[in-house]
């Protein structure tokens, strides 16, 4: 069976790094990439989609522009030295609201994983994601969402944290991108317990326990830290230990529920230099 990734691209250097990224993390596995490229005429999204018709000069204008760009891309992939054998490349250029885009293909397609840059063309010192990362991995939940930094290593991950306070039970169908990787990487899953109390309660007992049952056949251990800011703390836990991922359940409501709307999350540097895998409460 063949995997099916999508890769949204904006030609930044970040972009190309995520797709890059994406090729070593299926480097041994059978893949179709979908190189998705989403034009629009002007920054203004809602003005390019009421004034460009097809046929109109500034919507041929940018359609040229996406089909040569996913022309090169498909190029540089293809005819380099490092091409897969086992990896076939399909580049779609389409005009719309990027999100939109991204949801309409997923569904299509049948795509199992996007993996995009964290920012792009508008590069941004201030800003740890660009808004359409962010817009990404909150809006698209029906499917995961990794996203890699532009100083991301081109290595595949062999500690993945994921954070959890033990407040929510797990699903075994939401994990499994998680248990995926980590067994396709032999990397190591470390469950970050970012602890508030010094005791498990009766629920959050049953959820470590079910947790352990989903990832039996993987590598994993517990660690536990205590901090009042669940950021910094997981910011600082990758950092001395230089793991090479960080994964979580967004749930809404709950824990990293609402992290990503937070503009806390634009600031901190916890995801500046590893991968983030986002995966989704199934209920939402």
């Known amino acids: 069976m063949r995997h099916k990734i999508l890769l949204p691209t904006d030609f930044s250097k970040n972009s190309m790094k995520a797709i890059n990224y994406a090729r070593e993390l299926y480097k041994n596995d059978h893949c179709i990439f ?29 359609k040229l522009n996406s089909e040569n760009g996913l ?63 962010i817009y990404v991995m909150e809006k698209v939940r029906n499917c995961p969402v990794l996203v890699v930094p532009q100083n991301a290593k081109i290595k595949l991950p062999k500690e993945i944290v994921f954070p959890t306070d033990f407040k929510i039970n797990f699903k075994r169908k939401e994990l499994n991108y998680l248990t995926d990787i980590a067994k396709k990487c032999n990397a190591t899953i470390v469950i970050l317990h970012i602890a508030e109390q010094d005791e498990l309660d009766k629920n959050q007992k049953e959820n470590k326990q ?3 049952e989903i990832l039996q056949n993987t590598n994993y ?15 600082l836990f990758v950092e001395s230990r230089e793991s090479d991922m960080v994964a979580f359940i967004n749930k809404k409501h709950a824990f990293f529920g609402s992290v990503l709307s937070n503009p806390m999350v634009k600031e901190i540097s916890f995801h500046l230099n590893v991968p983030i895998l986002t995966m989704h409460d199934l209920k939402n």
């Open 71 to 133: 022309a090169k891309v498909f190029d540089m992939i293809t005819m380099s030295d490092t091409h897969n054998p086992k990896h076939h490349f399909e580049v779609i250029s389409q005009f719309n609201n990027v999100i939109e885009a991204i949801k309409n293909i997923v569904d299509k397609k049948d795509i199992e994983m996007i993996v995009m840059g964290t920012k792009g063309e508008t590069h941004s010192r201030k800003s740890a994601f660009g808004s359409t990362a």
């Open 210 to 212: 079910l947790l352990e």
């Open 221 to 235: 251990k517990f660690h536990n830290l205590s901090h009042t800011s669940v950021t910094t703390a997981v910011n």
């Open 34 to 62: 979908y190189v998705l490229n989403v034009f629009s005429a002007t920054g203004n999204i809602l003005e390019s989609l009421l004034n460009m018709e097809p046929g109109s000069e500034l919507y041929e204008t940018a």
